[in-house]
């Protein structure tokens, strides 16, 4: 399984000049895009750039690479399969998804290409929910294909024309509690939507808490800058850490004991919880190396 994205960094395929810079960043994952952030006259131009860059794969630094690509039906979705499709593609980014047919039909696509490619591992796909039809079938899109590795929310798309501020934390809520039930179904990560005022870095960091407390994994980078604040905010406490020591030890002594629910620190704890706890010591193992948990 692939591991989390705390922090997806988002580079314009149309920005060659960038790719090193944000290779060389702390970001968990690099996401290219060949979509919004390029200009029509512009996209053979971003497809063959980020094509040569995946081609090189030495230069990600080892992160998770991801490639937003043109839409299903935009007429420039096989021409960009065709040039980032390889070795050093982790996940394509499939935007404006409304519907579990659509995933299949991207996964058959992937398919094609990676036999071509000489892929030896199925390319995941990450799906944004970015339009009220989307979020509706958010759970059907998100148990379409085992290729599915996430969905992630576009909230300007989504927000934007249905005249919805995207400051009401009402709004916020709703979305993120949606799609991360969705994610949930089908035991697959939420990633949350980037925040597009770089000069507020308090406000990003609101932005990651929530929606860490709502269960996502990550968020969105548009800058550098919010890079960090996305890893510390998508890692658990050392506080929490410690409560899944002392849950997952207890467990230990009531399974010995026959005891099906325990009380930790006052709270009553069964089988929930112990999920719960042993999420968060495998993500805390996972992002550093010399953390010690369960069993060490």
């Known amino acids: 399984m692939q591991r989390p994205m705390r922090s997806k960094l988002f580079v314009p395929g149309s920005r060659p000049e960038l790719f090193s810079k944000a290779a060389a960043s702390a970001a968990d994952a690099l996401s290219f895009d060949l979509e919004d952030a390029v200009a029509a006259d512009r996209k053979a131009e971003a497809r063959a750039a980020v094509g040569s860059f995946l081609h090189s794969r030495s230069g990600s630094g080892g992160k998770i ?25 982790d ?12 995933v299949r039909e991207a996964a058959r696509a992937l398919a094609s290409f990676e036999t071509n490619a000489g892929v030896g591992r199925p390319i995941g796909i990450l799906a944004n929910i970015e ?3 989307g979020l509706r079938l958010a759970a059907e899109i998100a148990t379409a ?29 709703q979305v993120r509690l949606t799609v991360r039930l969705a994610a949930a179904e089908a035991g697959i990560p939420a990633y949350d939507g980037a925040f597009a005022v770089v000069a507020e870095p308090a406000r990003f960091r609101q932005e990651c808490e929530h929606a860490r407390n709502l269960g996502f994994a990550g968020k969105s980078c548009i800058h550098p800058t919010q890079v960090p604040i996305a890893n510390e905010s998508f890692m658990p406490q050392p506080a929490e850490i410690e409560k899944a020591r002392r849950i997952l030890a207890a467990a230990e002594d009531a399974a010995e004991k026959g005891i099906g629910a325990f009380v930790v620190d006052g709270q009553m704890i069964d089988e929930p919880f112990l999920v719960s706890a042993r999420a968060v010591i495998a993500l805390a193992d996972q ?7 369960e069993g060490r």
């Open 145 to 173: 294909d085992p290729r599915v590795v996430g969905l992630q929310i576009g909230y300007a798309d989504l927000f934007e024309p249905c005249g919805i501020s995207r400051s009401d934390f009402q709004a916020l809520s």
């Open 91 to 102: 996940v394509l980014n499939l935007p404006m998804v409304e519907s579990g047919e659509e």
């Open 287 to 293: 992002f550093d190396p010399g953390h010690v948990g």
């Open 131 to 133: 339009t009220p039809k």
């Open 65 to 89: 690479i991801v490639v937003r690509a043109n839409g299903l039906s935009s007429g420039l979705f096989e021409d960009d399969l065709r040039a980032i499709v390889g070795p050093g593609l």
